[in-house]
């Protein structure tokens, strides 16, 4: 039960048992309503920082068109400011409110909360900095904010642990997908040769890996009568390999549909959280749990 929570924690951070919820007073107000989402304050939290983040990705992709800067640069800069101060201020809170704030800090979200901020301010330290070739590369950073609506998101929580639980299949088959990339590869390098563009195994590899995801940039065709046959064969095996990693997460995502109903139900006498609907009792120390309140928007 322990490796199950704590393999949650960094897909679900509404109920990180690992980060420690305060026992009382503002900082077990502040962790209420910014980690619980069951409660009024804690959907209304979501929902307002759902907005700013869509809208701080909108201010980003604005800010990459000249036309749109010469026009209205002023008022981008003005709101990127706004929604770095927000994310800062909220970033800064997420810490203060747990009682472990480093292993927030060293999370996947922890980390996606800090990217998002550290472009802008690293920009007003260092302007137009000589030690880099161009800013921008900081400034594109911010595009990980759409990361943090992973947070907010039932679906994305189910298809981040679906994809963790896939993980070992999933690169299992890529382990088989890459071994006959290897062997077709370096058949089309002997049948081919360089005179027809497979000047070496390694490009003899990308034709492989183009041709069996089925892309077929043509930029290197067989010309013999074998290696035809062999890229048709490799053509007709991409369509069944591109569906094999979609049933793995699929079926994956289905068990747990059946088997998995999240909620951030937290106990009152141990504080543990991740309690099922149905649940009379806590899954860690036996206490009563007080009763659901299904949502009924």
């Known amino acids: 039960m322990t490796n199950k929570s704590t393999s949650a924690e960094d897909i679900a951070p509404h109920t990180p048992p690992a980060f420690g919820k305060p026992g009382t007073g503002l900082r077990r107000r502040i962790y209420t309503i910014i980690f619980e989402a069951d409660t009024s304050t804690g959907k209304t939290f979501d929902v307002l920082l759902v907005a700013v983040i869509l809208l ?12 749109v800067v010469g026009r209205f640069g002023r008022p981008l800069n003005v709101m990127e400011w706004t929604f770095t101060l927000l994310f ?14 480093w292993r927030y800090a060293t999370s996947f979200f922890g980390v996606i909360d800090l990217i998002s901020v550290l472009p802008t301010w690293f920009a007003l330290l260092v302007p137009e900095a000589s030690a880099f070739l161009d800013i921008r590369i900081l400034r594109l950073l911010r595009i990980f904010r759409i990361f943090k609506l992973t947070l907010y998101i039932t679906e994305y929580i189910r298809l ?31 049948v081919e040769g360089p005179k027809n563009g497979f000047t070496s195994i390694p490009m003899a590899m990308y034709w492989a890996t183009v041709t069996m995801t089925t892309v077929g940039y043509g930029d290197i065709t067989p010309q013999t009568t074998l290696g035809r046959i062999i890229a048709s064969f490799m053509m007709l095996l991409g369509w ?10 699929t079926a994956e995502m289905t068990s747990q549909r059946m088997n998995w109903k999240p909620t951030t139900r937290t106990c009152p006498s141990c504080l543990s959280e991740g309690h099922e609907p149905e649940a009379k009792y806590c899954k860690d120390c036996g206490e009563t749990l007080p009763a659901y309140e299904y949502d009924k928007s």
């Open 56 to 67: 701080s990705i909108v201010v980003v992709l604005l800010d990459s068109v000249p036309l």
């Open 88 to 101: 800062t201020v909220e970033y800064i809170a997420r810490l203060c409110c747990v009682r472990h704030p």
């Open 160 to 190: 981040g642990r679906a994809l963790r639980a896939s993980g070992r299949k999933i690169l299992i088959f890529l382990s088989v997908v890459m071994m006959a990339v290897l062997i077709l590869g370096t058949v089309m390098y002997v």
């Open 240 to 249: 069944g390999v591109l569906a094999v990693p979609t049933g793995i997460v």
